[in-house]
Structures are given as structure tokens and as C-alpha cells.
């Protein structure tokens, strides 16, 4: 027992001197940096179109970097959707039904989706006779595959219920690179603007910081009690946003490697699904089990608007490239865009 003794000591000191380390690097609480800034005034949006056509549970949605959008539902169809005129640009049919992620490449070229068969499979828009056709199915995950995000039209980044992260090479269809240090499973990841490193939240209650280039694992964020359902990169990309299960979402910042503010409210029991910052930052918009999406003020950490429309859990929120517009999705089978 001697050894492991010692071993308990070792991580405990090591321990000690994260702390200490963090301590050193607060030079000041976001609560004082921001006292002379007032709460934003009462945000309050409109719904200005609903996306009509799929026939069950909505678990995805991703912008592009135009006016289209991408959803993934139960009823075994993605569907690129024109945001503007409301068409159904695509209507794919899956050969699993039972997906949970969607995606779109930078270049809007292709779009990836996977689920509960533990792959990505990717397809592509711009095909020579105009119809869409499975491009390429990554498969070596051995759990639902619950995220996924393109760093490229040549790579992509997954995360899984087998607790690893994969950035896969597209063109031969093999895995790059195996992020694995979670000690629960992934459930959501977000790419930098970058493109260098990417950050996943997962079931064991923390967040890890990854670079994309060595396959290693930056920094991991603690603090949540429950599951880590939703995360999103801050748009200056020098902080990150977690939504969990235990009804909370925190922003922490990557150079003074800790947690800054939490968002929650006595009166919001249920937990956080999805979430999405504003174009600036200033905004944090989360989705949450009761059907509402919450507006937070990111500096003051007070809520300033309420999204309400859905009959059903909102499964996925995203913010438009221009940051003009947000979609939310929802088990109810309906997206909308709301400004």
C-alpha cells in the first residue's frame, strides 16, 4: 500500500500546484473587470420563419457559412434548408435512422451526420449529376457517435460514447488521430475559429481542451456536477461555454485556465441541451429540457430574454455565420429562426 501511498500524495501536491497556479494567473474577477458595464437591455426575438417538413424528433441543426442550415431528425432524413425562402434545398435519406449529429463543411461542399451506428458518414452537395450520395462512412468507433465537426473538406473531428474524440481523414476514409482522456462519454465538441484545437465536454462531468496538431490534451475544466451536454467555443476563441445537465452553463477562459462565471437561475431546474454565444460573445443562448431557450447576459451573467415556441425539448441551437439569426430545433419535429 506503501506505493500507491505515495502516488495519492504526488497527485494530491500536483493538485496543490494547479490551484496555486490558477490562483496566480486571476489577476481579477470577471464580476470586478465588468462593474462599470451595464446588463444588456431585455432581448426579445421573433419567430420569423419555421422550417416545416420533418416527420419526428428533431436532434441536430448546423449553419453554414451562408444562409442554409442543416438538420438531423429521427424520421431518418438530413435536410439542407434554404433559412431565406424556408425550400428544402436537400432531403437525404439516411440508412440509420437514429442519428444525433449533423454537420457542415467550412467550404459547403458536404455535410456529415452519425448516430447510434457508431459512424460518420459524409455526403456530398455538389455532386456531378446533382444528387447527393454517401461519400464516405467512418467507422471504428465502438460507441454512438454524438458530435461531429469538419476542420476541412479533407478532415474531420468526432466525438463519441466510447469516451475517445477522432479526427479522421476524409479522402482514405482512416483515423488520424485518437483523442482519448475522458472518463465518460463524449457528448459535444466545438472546433476553434482557428481550426487548431477543439474542445469536448463529456459524461464525466469535465471539459478537455485538445490540440488538433500533436493530439494532446491542453487543459480540462472541471466544476459541473452532472453531464456535459453542449459546448461551444467563445467567437474571439479565447474562452469556451459548457451547458450540463445540472441546469448551469459556465464560460471558462483558456489563458487563466478557469471557470469565470456560471449562468443559472433558482427557477430553471431542468438541464441545458444545446447552446450557441452571439456573434460578439455578449450573448450566450441555451436550450434547455422545458422548451425554452434562455437569453444570458455573458458579462453579468443575468438572463435577459426567453425564447418560447417550441412544444417540445429544444434539442440544438446555432447562431448564423453573420450573426443575424438563430435556428433552434426541437423534439416537437419543427426548427425556427428566430432575430
Known sequence: MGEMEQLRKEADNLKDQITAARKEMLDTTLQEATSGTSVVGRVQLKTRKTLRGHLAKIYAMHWSTEKTCVSASQDGKLIVWDSITTNKVNAIPLKSSWVMTCAYAPSGNMVACGGLDNMCSIYNLKGKDGNVKV???????????????????????TSSGDCTCV????????QKTIFAGHLGDCMSLAVSPDFKMFISGACDFTAKLWDIRDGTCRQTFGGHESDINAIGYFPNGNAVITGSD????KLYDLRADQELITYQDSSIMCGVTSL???LSGRLILAGYDDFNVNIWDSLKGERVGVLAGHDNRVSCIGVSADGMACCTGSWDSFLKIWN
Open 276 to 278: 450557441a454565444p452571439s
Open 135 to 157: 461519400m464516405r462512412e467512418l467507422a471504428a468507433h465502438t460507441g454512438y457517435l454524438s458530435c461531429c465537426r469538419f476542420i476541412s473538406d479533407s478532415e474531420i473531428i
Open 246 to 249: 445540472d441546469a448551469t452553463s
Open 167 to 174: 479526427l479522421w481523414d476524409i479522402e482514405t476514409g482512416t
